[in-house]
T-cell receptor, first 111, second 108 residues
Framework: DTAVSQTPKYLVTQMGNDKSIKCEQN?????MYWYKQDSKKFLKIMFS???????INETVPNRFSPKSPDKAHLNLHINSLELGDSAVYFC??????????FGEGSRLTVL | GQNIDQPTEMTATEGAIVQINCTYQ??????LFWYQQHAGEAPTFLSY????GLEEKGRFSSFLSRSKGYSYLLLKELQMKDSASYLC?????????FGKGTMLLVSP
């Protein structure tokens, strides 16, 4: 069983479109995250949720909106996609602020 | 905020030992992690240090000096499969901040 799974794995879309990435973890962890890894491989935190409550919101445009329906799921919706949004988005989870377990990543390409 | 510095690239030979350094400046410290990331894959956990000293796990060891804001990852008996990016990450008050990673290339 995959511990942290995210879909889709690849996403190619046009500028201006809206898209969503879904993430689920079956580890029973209390905290989930979204990280963005750009073309230079820099991994940067975007959001963090603890038991469905937003606890970290880094400097991310309002076009990005996370949603956590329950503590096992954290989805990311992106409005009005821009070229600079092209990146790999990683979902991750942890328990008691311990090590992160990452999903396989979702590679978003905006044309 | 957090400032994490590690070399961009390193090269080494199969069977050798390599040390990847990481220096950090942080407003809060609750531990330092090392992750390995192969091209096109997710980062995977290698080690965690919260107290000063050396943690050994098989061919990999990690060292921490909190007073110096310094850590290193030591890889012994290098194998070709160790070619990857190695990410140093510092846990502050509430989040894990990653360095830009060190790309290690192991050659035969």
């Amino acid at each position: 069983d995959t511990a942290v799974s995210q879909t889709p794995k690849y996403l190619v879309t046009q500028m201006g479109n809206d898209k969503s990435i879904k993430c689920e973890q079956n580890l029973g962890h209390d905290t989930m995250y979204w990280y963005k890894q750009d073309s230079k491989k820099f991994l940067k935190i975007m959001f963090s949720y603890n038991n469905k409550e937003l606890i970290i919101n880094e400097t991310v445009p309002n076009r990005f909106s996370p949603k956590s329906p329950d503590k096992a799921h954290l989805n990311l919706h992106i409005n009005s996609l821009e070229l600079g949004d092209s990146a790999v988005y990683f979902c991750a989870s942890s328990q008691d602020a311990g090590e992160l377990f990452f999903g396989e990543g979702s590679r978003l390409t905006v044309l | 905020g957090q400032n994490i510095d590690q070399p961009t690239e390193m090269t080494a030979t199969e069977g050798a030992i390599v040390q990847i350094n990481c220096t950090y400046q942080t407003s809060g410290f609750n531990g330092l992690f090392w992750y390995q990331q192969h091209a096109g894959e997710a980062p995977t956990f290698l080690s965690y240090n919260v107290l000063d000293g050396l943690e050994e796990k098989g061919r990999f060891s990690s060292f921490l000096s909190r007073s110096k804001g310094y850590s290193y990852l030591l890889l012994k008996e290098l194998q070709m499969k160790d070619s990857a990016s190695y990410l140093c990450a510092v846990k502050g008050y509430s989040t894990l901040t990653f360095g830009k990673g060190t790309m290690l290339l192991v050659s035969p």
